[in-house]
């Protein structure tokens, strides 16, 4: 599968774009995010990005017309790859614990292959840019569904087992605190405060520990099952 990648000692940053777009278009969107992660939106060059790429300049305007329509390409390609891969993670085997690690060792790739930078540029822009924003938010609102749906999956599998959360504990609920907690803590990472750091770290330790205590209560509730 295709996935955003830091390639080689150097670092640099590649969004390896789907081939079937065509060689031109991906080399286009590989330097467009390689610029974004590394420069920021504001000073995104749309010549600068043709240099990088190796094509003319006329080629960007032809396939992408404006700015905002590049970089909602750029992240459209990303979230293609990486929303794939969540969702296989959360449909895959393995208990509550197992994939809220995998999470995390997704987010740090994510951060190391400049997705993260890429989003909250995109992010950050969308304040003073109607036009962006509105192409934007649904982009974001995909992940949250995708987070919503493993939560539905996971409380799913704990009503089978006879534990059923108390009414305000939705799973609407639930998905809100992790993506809104999720998307506060990467921007506070790209800043790069390391106190915040920490006290992230113990606040995903903290749910790590809950789930396991979780997934060892699934797993005694399936053994007594068994046994009748």
């Not at 938010?137 to 999956?153: F, H, N, T």
Request: contains cysteine; positive net charge; glycine residues 8%.
């Amino acid at each position: 599968m295709d996935r955003i990648r830091e390639q080689g000692n150097a670092g640099q940053l590649h969004l390896l774009a789907d081939t079937g777009l065509g060689r031109t278009k991906s080399r286009i969107l590989d330097a467009a995010f390689r610029r974004l992660a590394m420069e920021g939106y504001a000073a995104l060059s749309m010549r600068e990005i043709a240099k990088d790429a190796g094509v003319n300049h006329a080629l960007i305007n032809y396939h992408y017309r404006t700015k905002d329509q590049l970089v909602i390409s750029v992240l459209d390609e990303a979230n293609r790859q990486l929303l794939a891969r969540q969702k296989a993670m959360y449909r895959g085997p393995g208990g509550f614990a197992e994939k809220w690690a995998e999470a995390r060792r997704f987010y740090k790739d994510d951060l190391a292959s400049g997705f993260v930078r890429v989003q909250s540029e995109l992010w950050a822009a969308s304040f003073s840019n109607p036009g962006l924003r509105e192409k934007f938010l649904p982009r974001i609102r995909a992940w949250k569904q995708v987070v919503s749906e493993g939560v539905d999956e996971a409380l799913a599998t704990l009503e089978g087992c006879g534990v059923k959360l108390p009414p305000p504990f939705t799973a609407g609920v639930i998905a809100l605190w992790i993506s809104e907690f999720w998307i506060g803590m990467e921007f506070v990472d790209l800043l790069g405060a390391a106190e915040e750091r920490k006290e992230h770290k113990a606040a995903l330790d903290a749910m790590q520990k809950l789930l396991q205590e979780l997934d060892a209560l699934v797993a005694k509730k399936a053994s007594k099952r068994k046994a009748k």
